[in-house]
């Protein structure tokens, strides 16, 4: 069976820091794209970043550029987002998803590009 587990949440102050990982179980994350998505209470899914297979490309939500980085280690199987300068806006459940449709030699920003989800993690900044 095809799992990504998400892990890493957490509640820390504005201004700080955590990393998620995305790890991957009955299947290998490194033939395929992955993304990073978030929702916030009453609000859509939507697409944080995202990374190619190779690792070479990536995109980010511009809400986030610049404090957010995506990456991935292929020999642990698992895809990381490093949060930094965390805001309150930035309070949601995130979650990885893979595009296992696809070449994965770039990856898209949009939800409907991916079919397999994990079950989240809870980011929550706040003072």
């Known amino acids: 069976q095809l799992q990504l587990v998400e892990s890493g949440g957490g509640l820390v102050q504005p201004g700080g820091s955590l990393r998620l990982s995305c790890a991957a179980s009955?299947?290998?994350?490194?033939?395929?794209?992955i993304g990073w998505f978030r929702q916030a209470p009453g609000k859509e899914r939507e697409g944080v970043s995202c990374?190619?297979?190779?690792?070479?490309?990536?995109k980010y939500a511009d809400s986030v550029k610049g404090r957010f980085t995506i990456s991935r280690d292929n020999a642990k199987n698992t895809v990381y987002l490093q949060m930094n300068s965390l805001k309150p806006e930035d309070t949601a459940i995130y979650y990885c998803?893979?595009?296992?449709?696809?070449?994965?030699?770039?990856?898209?920003?949009?939800?409907?590009?991916?079919?397999?989800w994990g079950q989240g993690t809870q980011v929550t900044v706040s003072s």
């Open positions: 990374i190619s297979t190779s690792g070479g490309s990536t």
């Open positions: 009955g299947f290998t994350l490194n033939y395929y794209a």
């Open positions: 998803a893979a595009d296992t449709s696809r070449s994965g030699f770039v990856c898209y920003d949009g939800l409907v590009f991916y079919d397999y």
